[in-house]
């Protein structure tokens, strides 16, 4: 017979890192299972940027950021590396549309340090940038970039460094549930007293063998850079900020921008949106209609980009109908946690992500409230076979 962990974890993105890292900082025997060698680019966690922000339109997103910021700068001190540029979040939208409303009205409730942007004053703070007329502006003044791929090398180590540990290129193939959970690898069994599921697009494959099924949709992203006519123009350098456009056109999704950083001289601009694909199959979905609205916007508002991606990599979301995160024990087996549907804005909560999950694992009460992401509020979805 194996031995028992007290905890299992399947998928070693950045929400099944950070929960194995909670997991062993309180004194849990954990493993970490990965079906990919790490680090890999075939999930959603690759990369080397991720916005970081409290601008949210929802006080429960903004209530847990307060938390997640605390949780990024402890594991800075304890892993001894530095993973956020402040840079500010420019945010622009139809001023009198519901969600800009919204999300400036739950800034100002939380205090978010912020600061409005008359359409006077905009081009003198923010220059190279054209905003849409009859758009809002305002600044989330704490906002700034991860850095994803450093981030999760840093929380995986700490991990390590507590006694945690990672089998990869381990792909889990059965889990039977049980007081004690049997999860079987392609290449061993291991057996635990609780199980996290955290497999970013492949969850669903997963939670078949607990005879449940999310409403999960599992997109593929181009994520493009862009180059600069005069290079160093969207720099951290010349100060400019992270963006997000909301509602770039009715029905259209939003636009999200980060200074150069990765590829000097190229700036990342994205659709937050793409078409749907098959986790193993994610390079045949070669569709490219958000490419051609990125183009449409980089000729309309960034006239300093060559309005043609230089760069176009991949990435995945997952997304739940109502883009919040699934964050619960599973409605039959509670001593199984699901992470799931992180909806392309995730990275930023890994840190508490992983505490909550952690804290279910363990049978406490969660530091935050997770009623906005209980399985429940699928019913009419979510298919629970046993
Ligand atoms: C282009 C892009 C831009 C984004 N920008 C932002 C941003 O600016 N800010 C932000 O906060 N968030 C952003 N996100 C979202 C964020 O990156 C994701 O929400 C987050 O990375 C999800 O992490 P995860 O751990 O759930 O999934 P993943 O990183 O996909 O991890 C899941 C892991 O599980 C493993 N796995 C799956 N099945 C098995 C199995 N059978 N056996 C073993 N292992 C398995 C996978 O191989 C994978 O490593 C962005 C995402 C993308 C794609």
């Not at 850095?147 to 540990?165: E, H, I, K, P």
């Not at 992180?342 to 009460?365: C, D, R, T, Y």
Request: net charge neutral.
């Amino acid at each position: 017979m194996s031995e028992v962990y007290d905890c299992i974890v399947i998928g070693a993105g950045i929400q099944g890192s950070c929960s194995a890292y909670h997991l062993a900082k309180n004194k849990q025997k954990t493993v970490l299972l990965e079906q990919f060698v790490l680090p890999h680019s075939r999930g959603s966690s690759h990369g080397q940027t991720r916005i970081i922000r409290k601008a949210y339109e929802e006080d429960f997103y903004a209530n847990m950021m307060q938390e997640s910021y605390e949780l990024w700068a402890q594991l800075e001190k304890e892993a001894g590396v530095k993973l956020y540029r402040p840079t500010g979040l420019l945010v622009m939208g139809p001023e009198n549309g519901e969600v800009f409303s919204k999300l400036k009205a739950t800034m100002q409730r939380n205090n978010i340090p912020s600061v409005f942007l008359e359409k006077h004053e905009f081009s003198q703070h923010i220059p190279n940038l054209n905003l849409t007329d009859g758009n809002g502006a305002l600044i989330d003044n704490v906002a700034g970039v991860l850095f994803a791929d450093r981030a999760l090398r840093a929380v995986q180590g700490v991990y390590l460094s507590n006694g945690g540990v990672i089998k990869d290129g381990e792909k889990v193939i059965d889990i039977q549930p049980g007081d004690i959970v049997t999860v079987t690898t392609e290449s061993g069994v291991y057996r635990g007293k609780s199980l996290v599921i955290t497999a970013g697009p492949w969850a669903n494959k997963l939670l078949t063998n607990t005879g449940l099924e999310l409403p999960l949709k599992v997109v593929k992203i181009n994520v493009c850079y862009w180059k600069e006519k005069v290079p160093g123009t969207y720099s951290v350098g010349h100060r400019f900020p992270c963006f997000i456009q909301l509602e770039p056109k009715e029905g259209e999704y939003d636009i999200y921008g980060l200074p150069s950083n990765e590829y000097p001289g190229l700036m990342k601009v994205c659709y937050h949106m793409g078409s749907e694909t098959e986790p193993d199959e994610r390079d045949k979905q070669t569709d490219r209609g958000d490419i051609d609205i990125l183009k449409r916007y980089v000729s309309r508002c960034l006239p300093g980009l060559i309005p043609v991606p230089a760069i176009v990599e991949s990435c995945m979301y997952t997304v739940t109908p109502d883009h919040h995160f699934v964050l619960d024990c599973h409605p039959t087996h509670r001593n199984i946690v699901i992470g799931a549907g992180f909806s392309g804005h995730g990275f930023k909560f890994g840190p508490i992500v992983g505490k909550v999950l952690s804290q279910l694992a363990m049978g406490e009460v969660p530091s935050q409230d997770l009623s906005p992401f209980r399985i429940q509020r699928f019913k009419s979805h979510s298919r629970s076979h046993l």
